[in-house]
């Protein structure tokens, strides 16, 4: 496996010295590109990297990133190495939100630099040899670290707004105690769960799976839950994989509402995702509960730059500031949901998603930029706005000003 590394730095010699290190670690192509950081779009369209590495040794402003960050989240796979002479906190903090996974001090050094291709080629390799790196669709996960976060709402929304952008979706509801993600879209029925299917994984297809699934719309999916917990035993992780997988063969996008059980299932679940969403509030409960479960992934060898945090019902002024969470959980906060208790609870107890029922809501917006974010269809001119995105509130906590 040959894995694409992207340059754009503006200095020759840094441009020899990121050529000598891919050279010496090896099994990589190098694209190198002259120039600021004003390209990264179009090498991002062009070249289709596994691997990007930008080289601001001249310094970044916050507004570079903040465009970084726009570009990136369309691209979530790619790993991303920044190179800045500012090893700051703040400026740190800044550059995890924008979605880069190593930041490398200036002037570049060469054994530095070639220890982080090591690392990034490794997780390429591992990636692989799951079967995710291939072009299938992108495994979502959506985890509440307590009952009550929102992340069935979260997970079955956020879905049926990517599928009004065109995208096909598959909803799998893994909350196999009682899960009921198909009622907060209708309920529209299926003739097969996730406990039947799995019971006969070995012979499923594609077309097996899509027969097997609620439709909600053309292309939005779900593989329901079964209405009693009592042969859940039959799903196993051999099962949970075969059905991912051929999921990801058929869609673009495949979201994962799980549990917070940790059990066997889970664990095989959020190993094949490309995304892990842990949904909270702003509370004590919540936090240390997000702490203790990223602290559990990663010590069973989940990637930290794979988890986001979602910030639910946010309200501003809470006790809890986003770096406060990211300080006590070491995963960065990737989107707040604001605040809408009435629009939510009647799209709940309707059945019908937000996005339709009530379009113009503040969450409706945050859920359409989102997933704008994930699936970008057209040049959106309130991008980063709505909410902030994490650039626009990680400057508002840290006193940077809007």
Do not use: C
């Amino acid at each position: 496996m040959t894995i694409k590394v992207s340059t754009i730095s503006s200095s020759v010699a840094n441009l020899k010295i990121f050529a000598d290190s891919v050279l010496a670690v090896g099994d990589l192509q190098f694209l190198p590109h002259t120039g600021a950081l004003d390209t990264l779009a179009s090498v991002l369209i062009t070249d289709k990297p596994d691997v990007l590495v930008l080289d601001a040794s001249e310094g970044a402003d916050l507004k570079v990133l903040q465009q970084v960050e726009l570009e990136l989240a369309k691209y979530p796979q790619i790993h991303t190495i920044l190179v800045s002479p500012d090893q700051s906190i703040e400026f740190l903090a800044v550059a995890m939100h924008t979605g880069v996974r190593k930041v490398l001090p200036a002037p570049v050094d060469a054994s530095s630099f070639q220890e982080a291709l090591r690392l990034a080629r490794a997780r390429m390799l591992t990636a692989a040899q799951m079967g995710l790196a291939d072009h299938g669709g992108l495994v979502i996960g959506f985890l509440g670290v307590k009952g009550g976060a929102g992340n069935t709402f979260l997970a079955t929304n956020l879905a049926f707004t990517l599928g009004r952008q065109g995208k096909r979706v598959a909803i799998i509801d893994l909350r196999l105690a009682f899960g009921d993600a198909a009622i907060y879209l209708g309920n529209t029925g299926a003739k097969t769960n996730v406990i039947e299917l799995a019971q006969q994984y070995l012979l499923l297809d594609g077309a097996m799976l899509e027969a097997s699934m609620a439709k909600v719309s053309d292309n939005v999916h779900i593989l329901v839950a079964a209405a009693t917990p009592d042969a859940s035993a039959d799903v196993t992780p051999p099962a949970i994989e075969k059905i991912i997988e051929v999921a990801r063969s058929h869609y673009d996008f495949v979201v994962l509402d799980l549990s917070n059980s940790m059990d066997a299932v889970v664990l095989k679940a959020i190993s094949l995702t490309n995304i892990l969403y842990l949904v909270l509030t702003l509370d004590i409960p919540n936090v240390r509960s997000a702490k203790s479960i990223g602290q559990y992934l990663r010590a069973n060898g989940y990637p930290s730059d794979k988890m986001q945090i979602v910030a639910n019902r946010h309200l501003s002024g809470e006790h809890f500031g986003l770096q406060d969470v990211e300080k006590s959980t070491l995963i960065r906060v990737f989107r707040t949901i604001p605040n809408s208790f009435e629009a939510v609870s009647n799209s709940i107890n309707q059945g019908v998603p937000l996005v339709e029922l009530a379009p113009k809501d503040a969450v409706s917006r945050a859920l359409k930029e989102w997933a704008e974010n994930l699936a970008p269809h057209r040049v959106s001119s309130d991008v980063g706005e709505g909410n902030g995105g994490p650039i626009a509130a990680l400057r508002k906590f840290m006193g940077f000003g809007q």
